[in-house]
């Protein structure tokens, strides 16, 4: 089964607009992380924003917030008043057994958001 | 020079050449990764190293080499490779590999086209 599902492989979004970008994940870890990461079309893999499963409130890092629905297991990326440089791949991520030794973060397949002067 | 980098940015060789990928990192960070990103395909985690050490070897063929000399540099040897080889090679830091967040931060990724 896949850790991580990322449904949509393509979005559009109008300038100035929010737009969700959905992640959906399966664990039995109590203790895991989940991040995002974009992915302009220079390569470069840009971390935006993270999330523990123990933390009691939404990430937030400026325009970027992170919907966190532990008992659906969903860990959705909204970002605010889009903008053109928003244009790029969005990678959901996870990395389980934060206590413990060391666990590889499992990625998405991505999300190609274009957003639309 | 900030954050992580990678040399070159686009490689196109031959299947017989021999070539090497080279990242370096300036965050004071212990761990260092090798990703490989094809087209419409998960990252795939390639090797990791922890203090210099490989803690990790993902049932990568032998055709791909890597070399940790220190924890701010890590080399990709790559000779014989396949035209299937053909992808975005990422390297990546974190802090360490156990314990806190363990967010990884990026390079710009080399462009590696075999022929």
């Known amino acids: 089964a896949q850790k991580i599902t990322q449904t949509q492989p393509g979005m559009f979004v109008q300038e100035k607009e929010a737009v969700t970008l959905d992640c959906t994940y399966d664990?039995?870890?109590?203790?895991?992380?989940l991040f995002w990461y974009k992915q302009p079309s220079s390569g470069e893999m840009i971390f935006l924003i993270y999330q523990g499963s123990y933390d009691q409130q939404n990430a937030t890092e400026g325009r970027y917030s992170l919907n966190f629905q532990k008992a659906r297991k969903s860990a959705n990326l909204v970002i605010s008043a889009s903008q053109l440089g928003d244009s790029a791949m969005y990678f959901c991520a996870m990395r389980e057994g934060l206590t413990g030794g060391y666990q590889k973060v499992t990625f998405g397949t991505g999300t190609k958001l274009q957003v639309i002067p | 020079e900030t954050g992580v980098t990678q040399t070159p940015r686009h490689l196109v060789m031959g299947m017989t050449n021999k070539k090497s990928l080279k990242c370096e990192q300036h965050?004071?960070?212990?761990?260092m990764y090798w990703y490989k990103q094809s087209a419409k395909k998960p990252l795939e985690l390639m090797f990791v190293y922890n203090f210099k050490e490989q803690t990790e070897n993902n049932s990568v063929p032998s055709r791909f080499s890597p070399e940790c000399p220190n924890s701010s540099h890590l080399f990709l040897h790559l000779h014989t490779l396949q035209p299937e080889d053909s992808a975005l090679y990422l390297c990546a830091s974190s802090q360490d590999l156990a314990g806190g967040r363990g967010t990884q931060y990026f390079g710009p990724g080399t462009r590696l086209t075999v022929l």
């Open positions: 664990t039995s870890d109590p203790s895991y992380g």
């Open positions: 965050l004071g960070h212990n761990a």
